[in-house]
């Protein structure tokens, strides 16, 4: 059984958190949280909120043991941008775009993947 979880609209690039999820991939949810605890990236905050959402669901709703989940796959999108503008020189105005992503994650236990 997988267990799905989604947070939208987080003020980081998704280039940025991708740099993240990438040492994710395939990891034991276990190994996935100790990467996240020491790694120095300001994006390993809101992904590792994302991962204990997702293990609490999967833990809660479905019984599944903590030690036997393991992180299918893990996505970032880019979400919507804000957009502001600067003021330059001659009256001129220059655009701002504060980026947003959206990331997705999908646990499995490994006794029912097998």
């Known amino acids: 059984m997988e ?5 939208k609209f987080i003020r980081m690039s998704s ?8 040492l994710l991939r395939g990891k034991s949810v276990i190994d996935a949280e100790n990467i996240l605890r020491f790694s ?3 994006a390993a905050k809101p992904v590792a909120k994302l ?3 997702a293990v609490a669901d999967a833990v809660h709703n479905f019984k599944m043991s903590k030690e ?13 941008s804000l ?8 009256g001129r105005a220059a655009p701002i775009m504060k980026h947003t992503c959206h990331i997705s994650i999908v646990i499995e236990d490994r006794a ?3």
């Open 83 to 90: 957009k502001r503008w600067r003021a330059r020189a001659f």
């Open 40 to 42: 120095k990236r300001l």
């Open 15 to 22: 280039r940025k958190v991708e740099l993240v999820i990438e």
């Open 68 to 80: 036997n989940l393991f992180v299918k796959s893990i996505v970032a999108g880019q979400g919507t």
């Open 3 to 7: 267990t799905k979880s989604q947070v």
């Open 51 to 53: 991962l204990h959402t």
């Open 112 to 114: 029912k993947q097998k």
